[in-house]
């Protein structure tokens, strides 16, 4: 089997307010991955409690140490033989704090990378959908790249999508895989989400990999799902069409980053420049 080869999956999921069920809805759609043949598989953001408020939720979650899901995906992987990528779930942090945290399990079983989200979903969208998640969540401080046997691993979660920064700087320091595990509302999913993960591919010639919630939840949130695989010429190589739960998988070569790199090198060509904001001249303006 040709070395720059793997099979990588993406899980789709609808969770809901009862991590146990999380737990047995993650850990069935993780086996059907891992029985396709997928090395790695990623699960959506959120993937142990989807629960918007904040006293149910502060009810509910666990320190990593204690945390059944954290304890499940290393069972999994090891059981699986599998890199398991556990898109991210709430942790209980020491003062009150919950971290949006992301985890990657080897085929040993141990954990090999945490990564909390760095970017707070504070936004106000038309008809009075409001979120304001650095009211609970403590936000991460650092991004992290992961040297894997199949290539080089960024770690993103949902909101970061937007911060095209982080994924350049993960490209600049080697990731090759570029990943997106995300709970995208309905409303900005079906405006931005296709497009923006292509363009983190293009832009940094990279593989995405986006494993998303979808549909209505228990919690009354709607989620666009469409998760997906994006090759470095930004092509989609795999992707649920809908949003109901399921597992996208495909095999992605390697070597199409060094090769999208190679046609394209704006990864090497880019230039530092100053911003110049130029007034306009003349006389004073107004209106006169």
Request: contains cysteine.
């Amino acid at each position: 089997h040709d070395m720059t080869k793997v099979r990588v999956a993406a899980i789709q999921m609808r969770s809901c307010m009862d991590p146990a069920r999380n737990a047995e809805d993650f850990e069935a759609l993780v086996r059907e991955a891992a029985g396709q043949g997928a090395a790695y598989v990623q699960s959506p953001e959120m993937t142990g409690l989807l629960v918007r408020d904040k006293t149910a939720l502060m009810a509910q979650i666990k320190d990593e140490a204690e945390d059944p899901l954290v304890a499940c995906s290393s069972r999994l992987a090891r059981e699986l033989g599998i890199h398991l990528h556990l898109g991210s779930t709430a942790i209980a942090l020491p003062g009150g704090k919950v971290a949006n945290r992301a985890f990657l399990f080897d085929p040993s079983g141990e954990k090999r990378v945490s990564y909390d989200k760095i970017h707070m979903f504070d936004v106000d969208l038309d008809h009075g959908e409001s979120w304001r998640e650095s009211a609970t969540y403590e936000p991460g401080k650092a991004t992290r790249v992961a040297e894997l046997p199949f290539g080089k691993l960024g770690f993103a979660v949902c909101y970061d999508l937007r911060f095209p920064q982080l994924f350049r700087a993960q490209a600049l320091a080697g990731a090759e895989i570029l990943t997106v595990p995300a709970a995208f509302t309905r409303q900005t999913g079906e405006a931005h989400w296709h497009v923006l993960l292509r363009a983190r591919a293009i832009e940094n010639g990279a593989f995405v990999v986006a494993a998303a919630q979808g549909g209505r939840h228990e919690d009354g949130r709607e989620t666009y799902g469409h998760s997906m695989i994006v090759d470095p010429w930004g092509r989609i190589l795999a992707e649920a069409d809908h949003d109901e739960p399921g597992v996208v998988v495909a095999e992605i070569d390697l070597a199409a980053v060094a090769d999208a790199r190679r046609k394209v090198p704006n990864l090497k060509n880019a230039r530092d420049f100053e911003v110049q904001t130029v007034a306009p001249t003349g006389g004073a303006g107004d209106g006169a």
